[in-house]
């Protein structure tokens, strides 16, 4: 039996809404996820959609430990992920397409430089890991240029190639390849299976991808009423259809 990488159980979350005068006197929660039950195992690629204000992010958030759980319990490697010791020992790594946390005045190598550290990277070794990310995402001729002079593909690439610095066993993708070209696609897709193949796992939200329909182990929906509405196997290249199977 496969070990579960990430596991979420009746997790719900909610958030204060405060719209006008009288929304701001008297804020009401909104519900966004409720009793939302989730098993990744590990070498497995989860792909997760839903409309817009499902709770996609929201999700990638809690399991990452960005946010708490009003109710429910998340575990990463069998540990809470809010403690950054546990999300250390996990190597787990996470890209929110909304905020990209990127440093538009530094270069890309400078920006790589300065997360290498926030890793405990130094001398050599972070010269490396930038050398080696950069080289993943196909950003090498762009290290030394300042990141205001980015096209959105390219802040988009420099924004995975981040994550690239260490080795990541468990990868939260929200949109990752929104404004990324055929290429980036490509290279991305490339690295999901160099993941699922040395045992890492990865939850990926998207609208469309056709490339993560061929990836993934299964799809997760949301279904905008704050739970999982549906969760259904895909074949991917790890499961071969049976011959003359048909309907």
Known sequence: M???????????????????????????????????????????????????????????????????????????????PDRPSARARAGLAISISESRSLYWRLTGRQNLRFFATLWGLEGAAAERAVGDAAAAMGIGDWLERSVMGYSSGMMQRLALARNLLVEPRIWLLDEPTRDLDEEGCSRLAGLLEQLRSRGGCALVATHGWPELERLAAKTVVLDGCGGVALQSVAPGPHEAAEPGGGG
């Open 2 to 80: 496969a070990s579960v990488a990430v596991e979420c159980v009746g997790v719900g979350k909610g958030y204060l809404e405060m719209k006008g005068f009288w929304g701001f006197l008297r804020p009401q929660r909104k519900l966004v996820l409720e009793k939302v039950d989730l098993a990744i195992e590990v070498g497995e690629i989860v792909r997760l959609t839903g409309p817009n204000g499902a709770g996609k992010t929201t999700l990638l958030k809690l399991i990452a430990g960005l946010l708490q759980p009003d109710r429910g319990e998340v575990r990463v490697a069998g540990m809470r």
